[in-house]
């Protein structure tokens, strides 16, 4: 039997959620700065192919390796008109991005709450 890996992958996730929200917010703090460029993080995907993480999996194609690395980018969004002043952040994209954070993170924490009372019923019987 393989150990559980969820709880490392949650982490994992996590971390990265916290690495993201740390950067919309640099984002967003910036708004009005001349010539700040928008930054964004890599996608948590991209970020777990990457990672050696071995992944149980029932299937040969379920899950793959790769190698973690630092997932940050120092990037223009694609797609985000220059401001005269040079600024590409876009205000409603980066409260959207927030949104979206806090949602990714509160699903993050329903699913270990959730295989933490699983595992904890399991071993109280």
Excluded: C
Excluded at 31 to 60: C, I, L, W
Excluded at 63 to 87: K, M, Q, T, Y
Aim: glycine share 4%; charged share 20%; no cysteine.
């Amino acid at each position: 039997m393989q150990p559980i890996q969820l709880f490392k992958l949650a982490s994992q996730q996590a971390e990265w959620l916290t690495v993201r929200h740390t950067v919309v917010a640099g984002n967003i703090a910036n708004v009005n700065t001349p010539g700040y460029a928008a930054k964004d993080v890599e996608p948590f995907q991209a970020v777990m192919e990457s990672t050696r993480t071995k992944m149980a999996a029932t299937h040969s194609r379920h899950f793959s390796d790769a190698n973690l690395r630092d997932s940050i980018r120092s990037n223009e969004i694609n797609g985000i008109a220059v401001h005269p002043s040079g600024n590409t952040v876009n205000l409603a994209n980066e409260v959207s991005k927030g949104s979206g954070i806090k949602r990714e993170y509160e699903i993050n924490t329903s699913i270990v709450k959730t295989v933490n009372r699983m595992m904890l019923a399991t071993v109280r019987k």
